[in-house]
């Protein structure tokens, strides 16, 4: 794969290439623009700077909601940290762990996943996590207002959106992915796609986002939404 990689970069083909089309009217993160947006004194990038670092790729398709816990855990971090026998002796939270967990098999599907309902009952009941599970039936701007308040400057919470591709003009169908920060200006947010072999990270218009939300998983029958998470000593007023 690194030799592909080195082998791509002679031949002057892009990162981007190797992955599906973004919408016309995403921004990606790795642009000029993109960059410009995160970087803005007013973007609200608290999130995106420490999940960042913490970043996964989905190693199946069905463990979007699990790859979106682990980054939200190690940039909490959430204990006790565990010791992956792939990385003893340090400790690191990683989706084997996570998705091998007996409380998590008892509730998440490793071939269809989980439901957004599914995914907060798994991170509030089986670990030291506080969880509001928003469902998009929320109007636009009390989903603003959700959004605002999670990623701000001085809050310690993260974002975990469950969201039909489809209403973002991607390839796919339902999804989990962290949003990692919030361009007021623009009323913009940024969503760290845990399939990165399908997208990159993009900016999107929040109402985009929430109408992508506004949708019925056939699984639960209920609407997608969000999930705010906070560790539940931080005292996190929003939860």
Known sequence: MLLFFFAAV???????????????????????????????QTTLSRSYQALSIHFETQVTESYCGIASAVAVFNSLPVPPVPVDPTYSPYAYWTQSVLGSDACVVGIHDPTYGSTRSQLAAMLGDCF??????????????????????????????????????????????????????????????????????KYPPLWVPLADLVAAMDTVDPDSRAMRGLLVLAHKDNGAAAL
């Open 10 to 40: 002679v031949a002057g083909i892009r990162y981007e290439e190797f992955l599906l089309p973004a919408p016309s009217y995403a921004v990606e993160l790795n642009s000029t623009e993109g960059w410009n947006l995160l970087t803005r």
């Open 128 to 197: 030291p996590v506080k969880v509001l599970n928003v469902s998009a039936t929320d109007s636009l701007a009390d989903m603003r207002s959700i959004v605002f308040d999670a990623l701000s400057d001085n809050a310690t919470t993260h974002l975990v959106a469950n969201f039909d591709r489809q209403g973002l003009n991607e390839t796919g169908g339902g999804h989990f992915s962290p949003v990692a920060a919030y361009d007021p200006v623009g009323d913009l947010v940024l969503i760290l796609d845990v399939a990165k072999y």
